[in-house]
């Protein structure tokens, strides 16, 4: 088999807003706009000189040889598609990868898509690596925004995000100042709040609320789908995290049509939402605990 290792940087691009898209306007209406909205990425990708790889469902996979390239794509990206009904998450990472049979593997290929996926709808998330292979003045325009941990992996990841023109963070996990020094940054105090049926929870910062089966949790949820010990809500450094560590897994909903599956992984929450362990929150049977995180 044929194939090639190389240095690059690796963009990957997930629309977010088809599902009510196609609900609303049928589908074949819906899956016009939606192609028209992947063919404007790849033109993108394609006009910064970028290589796209492929298209699963959704998302754009490409790679740049040069970061400051594809930071440039993934601004006029992040442009245009604010201008419809369709938005995207994207994760950007830099590495060496492995490109064979048509398309790319290797760690940085996995630890992309899983920046894609944390990224809230219309956010770019953004790895030190990349980060690192950017000169100064690039860097100037990325803040740093938290320590995240992916699925798999042992350390602790430092992840970036863009900083608008206007000053203020092109994400809602946070605002910070115009220092990427973390012990320049006043921590955010914020209050979170849970929600299932006449049972309501809440924890403050190094606080934790545990959900699951066992009645040694905070919040009960007696189904036979839901694990004894199923997740976990935690606020730490101003963040607000669900640690899901069960056998059947967890919807987490954090808008319209952003509802993401997680298993034996963290995800940070931002605003607020619902998650349903075990099934989807669309189901019958699912129960759904409602969350609120507040600033205090």
């Known amino acids: 088999m044929d194939q090639e ?50 298209s699963k469902g959704d998302d754009v996979l490409s790679l740049f040889e040069s970061p400051e390239a594809a930071l440039r794509a993934v601004r006029q990206i992040s442009h ?3 201008k419809g009904p369709l938005i995207a998450r994207i994760g950007l990472h830099f590495g060496t990868v492995i490109r064979a049979r ?26 030190q690596s990349f980060f690192e292979a950017l000169s100064a003045g690039s860097r100037k325009s990325l803040r740093l925004l938290d320590k995240m941990d992916f699925k798999g992996k042992q350390e602790l990841f430092d992840v970036y995000t863009l900083w608008s023109g206007n000053g203020v963070l092109s994400t809602q996990i946070t605002t910070r100042g115009t220092t990427t020094d973390r012990r320049s940054v006043p921590q955010r105090q914020i209050h979170l709040v849970i929600r299932y049926g006449d049972q309501l929870r809440s924890c403050r910062n190094n606080e934790s ?4 089966r066992s009645e040694e949790c905070n919040i009960v949820v007696e189904r036979p789908w839901v694990s004894r010990h199923h997740a976990t809500f ?3 450094n101003g963040r607000a995290r669900l640690v ?38 669309s189901l019958g049977d699912a129960q759904v605990l409602h969350y609120e995180i507040v600033s205090d």
């Open 5 to 54: 290792t190389l240095l690059a940087a690796v963009l990957l691009a997930d629309v977010v807003g088809s599902t009510p898209l196609y609900e609303r306007i049928g589908d074949d209406a819906a899956l016009l706009q939606v192609s028209d909205c992947l063919d404007a990425m790849r033109a993108i990708v394609a006009q910064h000189g970028g290589d796209f790889i492929y």
């Open 80 to 82: 245009q598609l604010t």
């Open 102 to 127: 048509g398309a790319v593997f290797g760690d940085v290929v996995n630890v992309t898509a899983r920046l894609s996926t944390t990224a809230n709808p219309g956010e770019v998330l953004i790895s």
């Open 209 to 212: 609320v545990t959900i699951g």
């Open 234 to 236: 935690t606020v730490s």
């Open 244 to 281: 899901e560590r069960s056998s059947s897994g967890t919807f987490v909903s954090m808008g319209p049509g952003h509802e993401v599956f997680v298993r034996r992984e963290d995800i940070l929450l931002f605003g607020s939402g619902v998650i349903s362990p075990g099934l989807k929150s």
